[in-house]
């Protein structure tokens, strides 16, 4: 689950709902969207920054202080603010 800081889109990461998946990380949100149904039961949610981020509810806390794409998200937001205030 520490990987996301490696962006090569080749490159095949743990699918979250079964370790034994090995999915190509461009390919993971169709592969996350076929797997889901396989796991209906597991009470699973999905990274406000990233779609491809999908992990067990009580981890979900804990990746939105480490998750990359939140720094990705709040740049764009301060950005926007401090142009608002120079008009
Ligand atoms: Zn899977
Ligand atoms: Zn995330």
Same mark, same amino acid.
């Given at each position: @689950?520490?990987?996301?800081?490696?962006?090569? &889109?080749?490159?095949?990461?743990?699918?979250?709902?079964?370790?034994?998946? @090995?999915?190509? !990380?461009?390919? @993971?949100?169709?592969? %996350?969207? !076929?797997?889901?149904?396989?796991?209906?039961? !597991?009470?699973? +949610?999905?990274? &406000?920054?990233?779609?491809?981020?999908?992990?067990?509810? &009580?981890? %979900?806390?804990?990746?939105? %202080?480490?998750?990359?794409?939140?720094? +990705?998200?709040? !740049?764009?937001?301060?950005?926007?603010?401090? %142009?608002?205030?120079?008009?």
């Amino acid at each position: @689950m520490a990987d996301y800081d490696i962006d090569d &889109p080749e490159r095949e990461i743990e699918c979250p709902y079964d370790k034994a998946h @090995m999915v190509r !990380k461009k390919r @993971m949100q169709y592969h %996350l969207i !076929k797997c889901r149904r396989n796991h209906v039961t !597991k009470d699973f +949610v999905t990274c &406000p920054f990233n779609a491809t981020h999908e992990m067990p509810r &009580p981890e %979900l806390r804990h990746h939105m %202080l480490t998750c990359r794409d939140r720094a +990705v998200a709040e !740049k764009t937001i301060r950005h926007g603010e401090s %142009l608002y205030y120079n008009y």
